[in-house]
């Protein structure tokens, strides 16, 4: 499958069209930016490792019944995807208290929440993707009350199978960032899931090893990926 325009350049990846109307490709650039974007930096390799890694997890979850807009990985860079529409609402499963939960509510780093938490943001760069409660995402119409009650759900469903996947990989998986589209009348998962979307700690030892040592400028963000995806690799790989 041959990549034709450039439909859409985000912060970390862009979206190419293809020979077909209902299939895209979606490329994973070495850019990472947090804070809104006022932190960038071109990190070798990271594209790489996070296409390799998202890849692994979306053929993990739709092994386990998660419909997903993977199709196949084409290069180190790309994989084929659905052309879904993008429902403008961040799902955010918290299983420890982190990042902007912890500033929040003041709820110390670490803490173990007494269940999975989900939160909603709208996704807008412009706004700085702020947290909306259900009733926003009906009145705005970003999804109607069946649409995100599946989205809320298939994300719980998704928190216990990944947290088990990672959990097999001495990991502990702290939070992560869902995004879902439209496809064929069907809510599937879209984007990705990589150490850029995730909150990911080594079990025994506590050492982040995801996006919050970019982050904060812990140094050795990349290592901290591939050996997420070398762990991945010795578990799951054929
Ligand atoms: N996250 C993301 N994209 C966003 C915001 C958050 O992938 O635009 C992920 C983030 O990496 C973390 C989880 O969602 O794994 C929860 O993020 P949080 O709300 O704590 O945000 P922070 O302000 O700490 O980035």
Redesign the pocket.
Known sequence: MEKRELLYEGKAKALYTTDSENLLVQYFKDDTTAFDGAKKEKLEDKGVINCAISTKIFEFLEKNGIKTHFVELLSPREMLVKRCEIIPV?V?V?NIA????SRRYGVKEGTVLKEPLTEL?YKSDELH?PMVCPNHVYLFGWASREELAFMIKEALKINELLKNFFNNVDITLV???LEFGRYNGEIILADEITP????LWDKSTGEVL??DRF?RDMGKVVESYKEIYRRIMERYGE
């Open positions: 961040e955010v918290r982190a990042g902007s939960f943001f993707d939070d992560f960032k850029d979307s995730c909150r995801d996006k982050r």
